[in-house]
């Protein structure tokens, strides 16, 4: 890992004044640079040829002859072959000498290799570079593991499929769209040899992958994906804060779920399995008995992540969780770092963001007002990695 002293020295050479923010540009990237415009910052987005035009075109930043934004929020957009390119010395270079602070997401974590990430990417990184591997099912202090220490709920994992007695939901990679899910759910251990032979047979999952899957109990409740930010900075107000509540659109399950009962079980073939590809997002509030319960879950996950992941988290991070019938909560997927769905309360905010700031905050804006406070008072070494 490198080191946070070699980070500081980084920081030490940037003119503070100059800041910009940058983002691989996919995943969050329009939240974050959106906040970061609301907040006075120049933003760079990392692109890939033939997925760049989201930000080189359309969301494009136009400011006046005062630099005041007039339209869009992407200031520049450096388009490379692959998003791996970002980590060759020329490019991170180019990334120092433009004073970035970067904010990771979940496709640099995909498409830019972790250990690289972790031992050679020496740009200064606002949020806990340790804990991005956490979120790599299967890695021995993975999430699950750092769930379990903090005492937290989350669903009972199924060692053996014989002993499936109850709805399950098996959790691995898809075949063929890699950085996808090819989850089912399966009631019976005759239904999971059924289902996978099936999915395997339709190139969904690979025997491989299923071999290394994750069985855990399937927990029947809404989902709530909880974005929370934690602020190293504060010392007046409570340092956790809820910025939104976020629930996923998933194909083609959400296409199943709208079909009746009868004409689902007409379906055959590669259409009887939905699968679970996250395709967007939507918004949400809980009711107000429950908002304890979720910053105790938060308080927990924060405390775990400084005693075994120092520094702990920094800023965004978002736990995904099912509510069950007796309104408890189950995590069955942790986000150490800006969510996949903050996109939804981006410029307008969210509730509890709103409420807590008197002001439209999204996910992205608190994160460029935590940089602007720590560039203000000369504590930009407290937020990065």
Same mark, same amino acid.
């Given at each position: ?36 415009? #609301?907040? $006075? %910052?120049? !933003?760079?987005?990392?692109? *890939? =040829?033939? +997925?760049? /035009?989201?930000? @080189?075109?359309? &969301? ?119 950085? #996808?899910? $090819? %989850?089912? !759910?399966?009631?019976?251990? *005759? =239904?999971? +040899?059924? /289902?996978?032979? @099936?999915?395997? &047979? ?184």
């Amino acid at each position: 890992m490198i080191s946070r002293e070699r980070i500081f020295e980084i920081v030490d050479g940037y003119d503070l004044k100059k800041v910009k923010i940058g983002v691989v540009a996919s995943h969050s990237a329009l939240d974050v640079c959106d906040g970061a415009v #609301e907040e $006075g %910052f120049r !933003t760079v987005g990392i692109g *890939q =040829e033939g +997925r760049d /035009k989201t930000y @080189s075109k359309y &969301f494009k930043c136009q400011r006046d002859a005062n630099g005041k934004v007039i339209r869009g929020i992407i200031d520049e957009c450096w388009t490379l072959k692959k998003f791996k390119e970002m980590m060759e010395p020329k490019y991170q270079q180019k990334l120092v000498n433009e004073n970035i602070l970067f904010v990771p997401n979940r496709s640099f974590t995909s498409y830019v290799d972790l250990k690289e990430i972790e031992d050679n990417f020496a740009v200064p990184m606002v949020g806990s570079r340790a804990l991005l591997r956490s979120e790599e099912r299967g890695e021995d202090r993975d999430y699950y593991w750092l769930l379990e220490k903090a005492g937290l709920p989350f669903p009972k994992k199924i060692k053996d499929p014989m002993d499936i007695n109850g709805l399950v939901i098996v959790k691995l990679h898809h075949k063929v769209k890699k950085l #996808e899910r $090819g %989850f089912f !759910t399966a009631a019976s251990s *005759q =239904e999971f +040899r059924e /289902k996978s032979r @099936s999915l395997i &047979f339709h190139n969904v999952i690979t025997e491989e992958d299923l071999a290394r899957a994750r069985i855990e109990e399937y927990v029947i409740g809404p989902v709530f994906n909880l974005d929370f930010f934690y602020s190293p900075l504060e010392n007046k107000m409570e340092r956790i804060e809820l910025i939104g509540v976020d629930w996923r659109f998933e194909t083609s399950l959400d296409g199943h779920v709208r079909l009746p009962a009868p004409q689902q079980m007409t379906l055959m073939g590669a259409q009887a399995t939905p699968e679970y590809t996250v395709c967007g997002h939507n918004s949400a509030t809980m009711r107000e008995s429950l908002l304890e319960g979720a910053f105790d879950l938060a308080e927990k996950y924060v405390k775990a992540t400084q005693e075994h992941y120092p520094p702990g988290i920094i800023g965004p991070f978002c736990l995904q969780t099912c509510v069950d019938k007796d309104l408890k909560f189950h995590i069955y997927d942790v986000a150490p770092r800006v969510g996949g769905g903050t996109n939804v309360h981006m410029s307008v905010g969210h509730p509890y963001g709103n409420t807590t700031w008197r002001t439209n905050m999204s996910t992205g804006r608190r994160l460029a007002v935590e940089i602007r406070r720590a560039i203000e008072t000369n504590q930009v070494k407290k937020i990065v990695t």
